[in-house]
């Protein structure tokens, strides 16, 4: 992630967190982190996912990797008083942990981006202790993400919509396919890996206005705008905020996102 998008994720962290709460505890009750372990949360961002694993670990430890100093900054500074939390930047593609460090690795939708995701794998694999537990939250197929196609079929009438999906990746949908997930799980050594598909509504603004500020903030609605004049931006936002509008309850906007769940043994 570059530093710009990076900036966006800090600035609406509360804005993610309230997005991304159930997938979260789906991710923590599958990773079931018991007191004393220690935890690697890896693409830890900001930092929400390693502290509250670290929360349920205590007198573990939990441990966040992220290659974004924006966003360590933020999660360290949220963890001061937090002695059992540590923030490492780095690269957990090739970062040299200790072998056999950790019971248990996690993730928050920071898998999808590795440039050699057999090699990240395995050296997560490396990290974990024998019998230690993997599990991960990754985005299902772009047409399984209502959040995204909505507003991106609205502003498509206006402007070209960017290509969004990669089977190889990195990128956001670089594991959307089971059968490539399980593969490279295989390859980077993991056993018994097990998929299982979520499904929620996310809360994507709590009005119209609050999602269509939020959805082109972010890096695609940067990608969808940009080179546009302001005219055209007008038009497309405008569009965007009419197709949202059906989607609107007395607790905002809502729309539909799937993920896998996925778990597997070191």
């Known amino acids: 992630m570059n530093e ?3 900036q966006h994720w800090v600035a609406h962290r509360d804005h993610y967190d309230r997005m991304y709460a159930k997938f979260q505890a789906a991710l923590l009750s599958a990773a079931a982190i018991r007191p004393g372990e220690q935890v690697l949360d890896v693409g830890c ?13 205590r007198p573990g430890t939990a ?3 992220d290659v974004s ?3 360590l900054d933020l999660a360290r500074a949220r ?4 002695p059992n939390v540590t923030f490492v930047e780095a690269d957990a593609q090739d970062h040299r ?9 996690l993730s928050r939708f920071g898998l999808m981006f590795f440039t050699d995701p057999v090699a990240a794998l395995a050296n997560l694999r490396r990290a974990t202790r024998p019998g230690g537990r993997l ?3 990754a985005w299902r197929s772009l047409a399984r993400q209502p959040w995204l196609c909505v507003p991106g079929t609205a502003a498509a009438r206006i402007v070209p919509v960017p290509g969004m999906e990669t089977r190889d ?12 997930v399980r593969s490279l799980l295989t390859a980077a050594g993991w056993t018994g890996v097990e998929l299982a598909s979520v499904t929620e509504k996310l809360p994507v603004g709590d009005s119209p206005e609050d999602a269509v500020a939020f959805l082109a903030s972010g890096t695609l609605g940067r990608r969808l705008l940009d080179g546009s004049d302001e005219q055209t931006q007008a038009r497309v936002l405008a569009e965007v905020r009419a197709a949202l509008a059906p989607h609107t309850r007395g607790d905002g906007v809502r729309l539909g996102a799937s993920v896998w769940l996925g778990q597997a043994r070191a």
Request: proline letters at 8%.
């Open 135 to 137: 599990a991960f939250v």
């Open 97 to 105: 942990f200790a072998p056999s460090s950790f019971d248990v690795a």
């Open 4 to 6: 710009t998008g990076a």
């Open 45 to 57: 961002g900001y930092g929400t996912t390693t502290l509250a694993a670290a929360e349920v670990a």
């Open 169 to 180: 990746g990195p990128g956001m949908f670089s594991f959307a396919d089971p059968d490539r």
């Open 79 to 82: 963890a001061v008083g937090v």
């Open 63 to 65: 441990v966040g990797i």
């Open 69 to 71: 100093p924006t966003m």
